[in-house]
């Protein structure tokens, strides 16, 4: 934790020496901190010519000290470090040009320094100004050796012995290195920080694009399930629509005798409970889709719950002669929403009965497993066949008709499906074709 903190406060003060990467740029804090490394570098370089008296070297590097300070002033707290640079980049290279003919030119330091003044423009220029920097630094060198070649009197030599030229040339390879090396590391490291940002950032895209496409693929289903719908409302409400009408034609039409009436009244009856139910489940299910789900659990008996509905549904099943019957015990209660448990059970019970023969049983039964209860509706009826089974909750599967020809609504058991699993249940079936289907609704218990 110790060494933690102490890093934390090390970074703290070098993010307030140099700026917060937020309000410079990186080449503006790249200058800063190399005004910072050069300083530091200039003022050893200042005591060792102190030491062995370079006057004028002393003098320069003092002025030079004195620029930098202003200049780091104006990059760091008026954000003007481009301006810092161009005046850094004359005055140094006037004074290293001063240098050089005042400290022993080619025997000297000078030429290291104007590399490293050349790497440091090259490093916080513009690309576009590259090639300028290059042809100045190369002419001016040029120039310098050429003088000197030809006019040696005008270099002093300073030095009074082998070991001064020796310790000075030492120290400036040195001062140079660490400069040039601690240079490069800030810009490796603010490039890799830079890259890590940016990659960072490819893959929150990456994850953002992810979540759109798998957005659009939902839409895409959901503009699917929404056109089927369409379809099963448009062909399944409209064709009992137009029988009601037919029939009514008929019936206004004076030409039938008592008998045809009563079997077109008969009729009329299965039609309309047919585009009655159709509606009441697409009520219910269009409700849930454009106004959300309304969820009211609460604790309810199962034995209460499945009286009411079957009390309505007997009359049904008489009409065909089936027997409907229950056993369930009265002290099971499960956690439900009373409202969308009551839709569920109608349509399965309407199913069983719908697709049960005359003569045949529909049973309703509730066992306990763990902490679920699971009520089943079987049935004795033509079953499922194998090819409709994979698509029985969707809007896929297509309207059929029971062994009466009572025509099937296409959309109970996938709004069954939705329904219990709003509650945190599961829904399942087992069907032998000829033999019988049995529905299972597992949901939440509890007990008396």
Known sequence: MNRLGEGNRINNIWTKLIGDSEDFSVRNRAYNFVCIITFILLLICLLFDVYISLHIMSLSITFLLLLLATTYYFSRFKKKYKAGILIFAVSSYLILILNFFQNSGVDG?????????????????????????????????????????????????????????????????????????????????????????????????????????????????????????????????????????????????????????????EELLVQTKYTSGLLANLMSWAKAQMHGVVLNLAPHNVQKLINEIIINKVPLAARKSIKLTYAIDSSFEIVCDKDMIHIVMRNLINNAIKFTNEGGEVYLKATKKAEKLILSVTDTGIGIPPEQQAEIFTLKTRSTYGTNHEKGIGLGLMMCKEFVEYQHGEIWFESKPGIGTTFFVSLPLTRL
């Open 109 to 265: 330091p000078s030429i290291v320094f104007f590399i490293v003044t050349f790497l440091f423009l090259l490093t916080l220029s513009n690309e576009n100004k590259y090639y300028l920097i290059t042809a100045i630094h190369i002419a001016t060198v040029v120039v310098l050796l050429s003088v000197e070649y030809m006019y040696p009197e005008l270099v002093f030599k300073t030095y009074n012995s082998r070991s001064e030229k020796i310790l000075d040339m030492g120290v400036s390879y040195v001062a140079a290195l660490i400069f040039i090396s601690s240079l490069f590391r800030y810009l490796s490291d603010s490039f890799n920080a830079k890259r890590l940002i940016a990659d960072e950032r490819a893959i929150a895209i990456s994850a953002q694009n992810k979540q759109i496409r798998a957005q659009n693929q939902q839409l895409e289903q959901v503009n699917e399930e929404k056109n089927k719908l369409f379809s099963i409302v448009s062909h399944d409400l409209k064709s009992p629509l137009d029988s009601i009408k037919g029939y009514l034609e008929l019936l206004s039409s004076n030409m039938l005798d008592e008998e045809e009436k009563v079997k077109i009244q």
